[in-house]
């Protein structure tokens, strides 16, 4: 899709779907930065709920303590001269969010009902006026199911752990073994919870990544969203 096209495009709710490590979050950012859209990153945004609920010291299935917990949070993304970032009360805390017992906690804090209706509302007010690309495991499904465009993006485990562990090589002591037996479990707690399972929208459009470049799956994207509404 060429930059003209891109201009002549109705402003779009975008959602991109699927399992850790697939590559959604790179792809997602491409995808908004070529549409000039705005990207939420709705993963970041569970895994500061972790990040509060370990700060404070509360079990993962402490219902009223979490749902108070909701309710003092504010928050929100801001773009500075490091790119976009997370702020928890204005403090800082992308880099903090990243470590991989964040990331498994907040595999358990996304199945907690308070943080989903306080995520949900949160998510919802991020895309008003639309011209969005919302990333996760049920924007498709539960947070936006009456999107524009769905896709479900999607690799094989071992292509997901490899890159998660790049990822995170900086940053964590982690085997590859360890991370993808970590994602596996990711996979099973997420695809078996009560609240909004993963699973891909009866309605979204299936990209495996296994064998493609974050590049070529954007250039995929962009070109069904041209054909459905260029």
């Known amino acids: 899709m060429d930059e003209g096209n891109v201009e002549n495009l109705p402003k779009l709710i975008i959602t991109i779907d699927g399992p850790a490590g697939a590559g959604k979050t ?15 990153d709705t993963g970041a945004l569970y895994r500061a709920v972790a990040f509060e609920v370990r700060a404070a010291g509360l079990s993962p299935h402490d219902d009223a303590g979490i749902e108070k917990l909701c309710s003092i949070i ?24 990243r470590e991989p017992e964040i990331t498994m906690l907040a595999s358990e804090v996304s199945s907690n009902p308070s943080v989903r209706r306080y995520l949900l509302d949160l998510q919802r ?10 990333e996760g495991r049920d924007m498709g499904t539960v947070v ?9 993006l999607d690799a094989s485990p071992k292509t997901r752990a490899v890159r998660r562990h790049k990822e995170f ?15 596996k479990k990711r996979d099973k707690n997420d695809s078996t919870r009560i609240f909004a399972p993963l699973k891909p929208a009866e309605d979204a459009t299936i990209i495996d990544s296994t064998d493609l ?4 799956v954007v250039e995929l994207m962009l070109c069904h969203i041209e054909n459905a509404f260029g």
Do not use: C, W
């Open 26 to 40: 790179t792809v997602s950012r491409i995808l908004a930065h070529r549409l000039g859209y705005k990207y939420i």
């Open 74 to 97: 504010h928050l929100k993304f801001v773009r500075n001269e490091k790119g976009l970032r997370l702020q928890s009360n204005d403090l800082d805390i992308t880099d903090q969010i």
């Open 125 to 134: 007010d991020m895309a008003k006026g639309k011209g969005v690309v919302a």
């Open 144 to 152: 936006f199911p009456n999107a524009d465009i769905k896709f479900y």
């Open 169 to 183: 090589m900086s940053v964590s002591s982690q085997t590859l073994k360890e991370v993808e037996r970590d994602i």
């Open 213 to 216: 470049t974050l590049h070529q």
